[in-house]
C-alpha cells in the first residue's frame, strides 16, 4: 500500500508539472489577448491610377513615388486576433493624360482605415517574438489640395470623398518591454475620382504602400 501510495503521489505531481508546463502563460510578453496597443508608421507610396506611366515615359520614374505616414490603436480580442483604427496622411502624385502631353501634379489625403488582423503564430499557440500577420481593411479617403496644373481639356475635382478597402501584410518583432517594431505592405482600392480624375479605363484608383514602424503594447491588467 505505501508503494502504492509513493507511486500515485510521483505519477501525481509529474502530469501536474507536465499540465503546467502545456498551460499558457497568461501574463507572457509575447501573448497579446485583451491587450491595447498603438504604432506609427511611414514609408512610400506607388500610386497606381490613371496615366501614371507618363511618369516613366516622361523619365520622371522616380517622381511618382510619394509618401505617407499613419498612426494607429488597436485592441487584441484574443491572441490571434485584433482590431486596428488608422489614421493616415499622405502626399500624393497623380498625372493627366499622356496623350495630350505630361502633367503631373500633388494632392492631399487623409484616410481612416479599420482592419481585421490575423496573427498567424498566435493561432497556432506559438508565442515568440517574431510575428506575422495579415489584414482586411474597410475605410474612405478625403483627398484635397490639388495642385496648380495647366491641363486645357481635363479638370481636376477637388475635394473628394471615396470608399476604399485594402489587403496587407505585417512582419512584425516585439520585446519583452511592449516595444516592437514592424514593416507593413499592403494594397489599396479606392473608388474613382480619389485621384480627382475620372478613369476612362480601369474603374478603380490603386495604392501599394510600405511602411516602417514602431509599436507598443500595454501590458494586460493583473
Known sequence: ???????????????????ARSLPD???????SHRWYFSFQAGPVLSATEYMDSFAKNGKWFDSISW??????GYNFTDAWDLRISGI??????????Y????????????LFADMILNYNALAEYNVPFNFKTYIGLGGAYTFGFSNFLHPYQVL???????AARLGAIFEYDYKSGF?????ICAEAYTDWYN??????FPLDMGLKLSFGIIYHFPLAR
Open 1 to 19: 500500500m505505501r508503494k502504492l501510495l509513493i507511486f500515485l503521489t510521483v505519477l501525481f505531481l509529474t502530469a501536474g508539472a507536465c499540465m
Open 26 to 32: 497568461r501574463y507572457s510578453p509575447f501573448q497579446y
Open 68 to 73: 505617407h505616414g499613419a498612426l494607429a490603436f
Open 89 to 98: 496622411y499622405g502626399y500624393n502624385a497623380g498625372a493627366l493624360s499622356p
Open 100 to 111: 495630350q502631353g505630361f502633367y503631373p501634379y500633388r494632392f492631399h489625403s487623409a484616410q
Open 157 to 163: 475635382d477637388s475635394p473628394n470623398l471615396v470608399p
Open 180 to 184: 516592437g517594431w514592424f514593416a507593413d
Open 196 to 201: 480627382g480624375h475620372e478613369s476612362d479605363k
